[in-house]
């Protein structure tokens, strides 16, 4: 391979010309030195290919300048070879341990020097070119390594954001095509309010301690159903919450839907007010269940917001709940006829509630009647 670097270290300016006119013609870029100081000096500056170093030099001899350049880190891969006109073996044996590579005996053929000097030359190519994969296998270790760590970075903040938003807004947000959901849209929608009721009397008598572990266990039954039933979690108020179906991603059968998770809200509660009561806390849920139109979108400021829903449908399913009595779920009639399904119910009429002007007719729902379809 021409282009190469190659050090020629001689004090006899006669010999070392020649030695740099033979490499030159092969194509070899050579520098020439004239003592152990100046070799070492060019190789720190510009580390060669190889070099070749006469043994007999006045000062530092060529042992001690091939230690000096093993010493080098820059320089420990690098092919030395030493040259002398001595016959004694014990002097090759004593230029391999300060080092070098190879030894030649002078007066050599130069064939045989060029044999040499290209086959050290591979190695060193070799060498060079293994360090190369080294160094570009550890850049894509390092590279991966950065790639896994930005991974768990994200899926920690997919689940940090699925604690707050549903599941099919996280993935919405994530793919991208959350944007167009992120702005302020209007959807017919079916709201379903939960709420516990002696919670208030509860909490004014009950330890801290109490009041957060009946919390954890209403929240622990409540919140996987809700996600079961896709449905959309609008947000926690203390001892109730509010989830909506039919956005952000369109759904079919909205009211089944939140008919079905209040049937399951209701038995789930219905179990844990046994152990309630039990220790003492007289304690149940009221559901409330409307569907119609209501604005939604973010809202809060720069650093928090909220997925909200505003209309008239969420303010009804808030009244009913609120009317709702323990283990009670109230209906509105739009989201009973809308429901597709058979419900047992007991018309409660016409009941005039807080924040609207005209009696709303409102059903008390039993549950489904034998045979009702399956979850859609």
Not at 181 to 205: N, Y
């Amino acid at each position: 391979m021409t282009g190469q670097r190659i050090l020629v270290v001689d004090d006899r300016a006669e010999g070392r010309k020649l030695l740099a006119l033979r490499l030159t013609r092969e194509g070899y870029a050579v520098r020439e030195a004239e003592d152990g100081a100046a070799a070492l000096a060019l190789a720190a500056a510009e580390p060669p290919d190889l070099v070749l170093l006469d043994v007999l030099m006045p000062g530092m001899d060529g042992f001690e300048v091939c230690r000096r350049l093993r010493a080098m880190p820059a320089l420990q891969a690098v092919p030395v070879v030493m040259v002398t006109s001595l016959e004694d073996t014990q002097d090759c044996i004593r230029g391999l341990e300060a080092g070098a590579d190879d030894v030649i005996i002078k007066p050599f053929k130069p064939a045989e020097l060029q044999a040499r000097v290209r086959s050290l030359l591979r190695v060193k190519q070799l060498h060079d070119e293994g360090q190369r994969q080294r160094e570009a296998l550890a850049e894509l270790s390092a590279t991966l390594e950065l790639r896994v760590a930005e991974g768990v970075s994200q899926v920690e903040r997919l689940s940090r954001l699925k604690r707050f938003f549903s599941p099919a807004l996280v993935k919405a947000i994530v793919d991208g095509s959350g944007d167009e959901l992120m702005r302020p849209h209007r959807r017919e929608i079916a709201v379903c309010f939960i709420d516990l009721r002696g919670f208030t009397a509860f909490a004014d008598s009950a330890e801290a301690e109490e009041v957060m572990a009946v919390l954890a266990q209403f929240h622990g039954e409540v919140g996987p159903l809700v996600m079961s039933h896709e449905g959309t979690l609008e947000r926690f108020t203390g001892d109730g919450m509010m989830v909506f179906f039919n956005d952000p991603l369109p759904q079919s059968r909205p009211a089944e839907r939140a008919i079905r998770l209040a049937l399951a809200v209701r038995d789930a509660v219905a179990r844990l007010s046994l152990q309630w009561r039990s220790l003492g806390y007289q304690l149940d849920v009221g559901i409330g269940i409307a569907q119609g139109y209501a604005t939604i979108g973010p809202i809060g400021f720069e650093g928090r917001w909220d997925y909200a829903a505003i209309g008239s449908a969420t303010n009804l399913a808030a009244r009913l709940c609120a009317e709702a009595g323990a283990g009670q779920i109230l209906i509105s009639q739009r989201a009973m006829a809308t429901a597709g399904l058979g419900l047992r119910v007991e018309s409660l009429g016409d009941l005039q509630l807080k924040g609207f002007v005209r009696p709303v007719r409102v059903h008390w729902l039993l549950g489904l009647e034998p045979g009702a379809s399956p979850p859609t």
